[in-house]
């Protein structure tokens, strides 16, 4: 059966131990010492699951907002480096707010 990384996170230690002990891996070794953690690690890796969970952004348009962001650092630079402090703030702000956009939109 083929697992995801999030099924294998939500199994127990004991049915992780046992699904290890199922496999001839090199990286499930010594399943019976492992915590959890290291359990899905090793089965991932011996089952050929991906690590990470791909993490996708619904409803925007991320690169056109990466590249708002990336105008606005140039006039926080420019700003820096005229000391105005109003203008700093208010690019600061503006970037945090782009940037928060992506991150709610984030699944």
Do not use: F, S, W
Not at 9 to 30: F, I, M, N, S, W
Not at 67 to 90: C, F, P, T, Y
Request: a positive charge; one cysteine or more.
């Amino acid at each position: 059966m083929a697992y995801t990384y999030e099924e294998l996170k939500k199994k127990t230690v004991v049915q992780l131990r046992e699904l290890a002990a199922g496999l001839d891996h090199e990286a499930v070794k010594g399943h019976t010492q492992m915590n959890k953690e290291h359990l899905v690690d090793a089965l991932c890796t011996a089952l050929n699951v991906p690590h990470y969970k791909h993490h996708e952004v619904v409803g925007l348009n991320k690169t056109t907002i990466k590249g708002k962001i990336r105008e606005l650092k140039k006039q926080r630079d420019l700003a820096l480096a005229e000391h105005d402090h109003g203008e700093l703030k208010e690019v600061r702000r503006q970037i945090h707010q782009l940037k928060r956009q992506i991150h709610k939109a984030t699944v």
